[in-house]
């Protein structure tokens, strides 16, 4: 096999073209291998299924036949690799094989001549960026990244405090409900219709639900009006949905619940004070809300330098100007969709039939100018870690705890090392090191503006 890079004019830096000659003897063995892989189906008077000599088959069929899956597995394995070692020659990274014109498909030329393919790849490459020593972030958008430290550890109290109360059923028939409380309920919702009249809508009505008073879960007004009422009592309760609820068909419609409270249950939360605090592992109160309050400030820490990253990375994409392919995107925009498509039909629901097709074609050209983004942000980020030492071994140990912590999983250093199924792993983590030094070294250099 021979691999040519061709020069396009045509193409912007995020695509590639080259020139593939396929010889015959490496054509012929792909059509004996296909032959092998699909005998079983091939019928031939006097024979068995499966049983069909090579020779007779091609007789009968031609070779042209297993053509078209031969280039195939051509593409899929051989050429790709081929392509991709050619593009990491210039420390460039093969996305995907975007575009594929066969120049013959007549067997008598291919025996003579073999097979030349042309081939279109998109790539991830770097660049020298410029504006690394312009990069500004407003005091704004830093503060709006911040964390009030105070509030959030309140919550963060209050969030472990219900987790950690009990739930005891009311038995007092006369018992009144107070914000706070589970309400046991049923209900069927309603709006007008043309003529004026209640029509219960779809997804309005349910038999048993819990719901806390309180917990805003419900549309606005509608746990508000619960407040007061007893075990058994009815009422009907009137809201109006949101302007922008994800309905379309209720947005702004005044409706009405007709509810029946089934049980009451009153939440019990713990009292706030060193045994609350043992129980959840901690030495003190004072201890325990220590932690917490170091807990949300190191998050609140990472909040600011990840808007600063985010912010510098958008910058650097804008000033370089740099080019991705629009093949790869689109392709993969809709390789994403079916794959989301496939998740719904599963429930016996389809995308392409319960939307119109032009709300298709926006769902899918706006995730295709995400993956644009997506694939500009990735150049710069492999940009500023291209220049970076390689990675030590305390530092893939480090990433390999991380790994492990967010996956549960028990990876030994020399596991992944001495292992070659391991070894596009290690690879990205040795990778994520530099980038998250190259990173680091970026957040430096950003000056904070008015």
Do not use: C
């Amino acid at each position: 096999m021979e691999i040519k890079n061709i020069k396009d004019k045509d193409l912007n830096k995020g695509e590639e073209k080259f020139e593939i000659k396929v010889s015959n003897e490496e054509i012929e063995k792909k059509i004996k291998e296909e032959f092998e892989k699909n005998k079983k189906i091939i019928q031939v008077p006097g024979f068995r299924k499966g049983k069909v000599p090579y020779e007779l088959a091609i007789k009968m069929y031609g070779k042209e036949m297993f053509l078209n899956q031969a280039i195939e597995s051509l593409m899929e394995k051989d050429i790709t690799e081929e392509i991709s070692k050619e593009i990491e020659k210039e420390n460039n990274k093969l996305l995907a094989v975007v575009g594929l014109d066969v120049d013959e498909f007549d067997m008598e030329k291919i025996e003579k001549n073999g097979l030349t393919l042309k081939v279109t790849a998109a790539v991830s490459y770097t660049v020298d960026l410029k504006g690394l020593d312009k990069i500004e972030v407003s005091q704004k958008d830093i503060d709006a990244a911040s964390m009030n430290i105070k509030e959030e550890v309140e919550k963060q109290i209050e969030n472990d405090l219900k987790q950690n109360s009990s739930r005891k059923k009311v038995e007092d028939k006369n018992y009144k409900i107070k914000e706070g409380d589970e309400v046991e309920l049923s209900f069927k919702g309603s709006i007008k219709n043309e003529k004026g009249e209640d029509e219960y809508f779809k997804g309005g009505t349910s038999n048993k639900y819990n719901l806390v008073i309180g917990s805003k879960s419900f549309i606005d007004g509608f746990e508000d009006q619960m407040i007061g009422l007893k075990i058994g009592d009815k009422k009907d309760i009137h809201v109006t949905f949101p302007e922008k609820y994800q309905e379309e068909s209720l947005q702004g419609k005044d409706a009405k619940f007709e509810i029946e409270v089934l049980d009451i249950y009153e939440i019990e939360k713990p009292k706030l004070d060193d045994e609350f605090a043992k129980d959840l592992g901690h030495e003190s109160l004072k201890e325990y809300k220590k932690h917490i309050e170091e807990h949300i400030k190191k998050h609140d820490e990472e909040n600011i330098k990840n808007t600063k990253i985010e912010k510098a990375l958008n910058y650097l994409v804008e000033k370089n100007k740099l080019e991705v392919s629009d093949e790869y995107a689109k392709m993969k925009a809709n390789l994403d969709f079916e794959k989301t498509n496939k998740q719904y039909q599963m429930q016996g629901l389809d995308l392409k039939t319960l939307m119109p097709a032009d709300e298709l074609e926006k769902i899918i050209a706006e995730s295709k100018k995400q993956i644009i983004n997506e694939l500009k942000l990735n150049i710069v980020v492999n940009s500023l870690a291209k220049s970076e030492k390689e990675a030590t071994k305390k530092e893939i140990e480090d990433e390999i705890k991380e790994y492990n912590l967010a996956y549960r999983t028990n990876l030994t250093m020399d596991e992944i090392s001495n292992n070659e199924m391991y070894k596009e792993f290690k690879e990205s983590l040795e990778n994520s090191v530099k980038i998250k030094r190259a990173l680091d070294k970026l957040v430096k250099e950003i000056k904070i503006v008015k």
